[in-house]
């Protein structure tokens, strides 16, 4: 099992970059396919992107590619997301989770068996 903490959250202004970052507090994150997630204020969580076990490949729906990047440190145990050129529309909490079962993605909500707490990211325009 494993426990995850998501940082780096914010406020920042519109066009401006963060870098989340996500922790496992007990557990080694190598063993699982890493996703992130987010939710806005009065809407479902939504889907922002899964990186494989190696970091070798990263997937992004459409409406996430260009502006979020997926990145891993498994010596470090970490995962990150760089969000660049930040819209107010991106202002939600954003979550990792963790899917012990696949190897290079997991694309669904239901994939994944463990979440962070989550980080919130607030952009003002």
């Known amino acids: 099992q494993v426990q995850l903490v998501e940082s780096g959250g914010g406020l920042v202004q519109a066009g401006e970059s963060l870098r989340l970052s996500c922790a496992a507090s007990r557990g080694t994150l190598s063993m699982y396919v890493m996703g992130w997630f987010r939710r806005a204020p009065g809407k479902e969580r939504e889907f922002v992107g899964c990186?494989?076990?190696?970091?070798?490949?990263?997937y992004y729906p459409d409406s996430m590619k260009g502006r979020f990047t997926i990145s891993r440190d498994n010596a470090k145990n970490l995962v990150f997301l760089q969000m660049n050129s930040l819209k107010p529309e991106d202002t939600a909490a954003y979550y990792c989770a963790a899917d012990q079962d696949r190897i290079v993605s997991a694309r669904v909500i239901t994939d994944y068996d463990y979440w962070g707490q989550g980080t919130q990211v607030t952009v003002s325009s």
């Open positions: 990186i494989s076990r190696s970091g070798g490949n990263t």
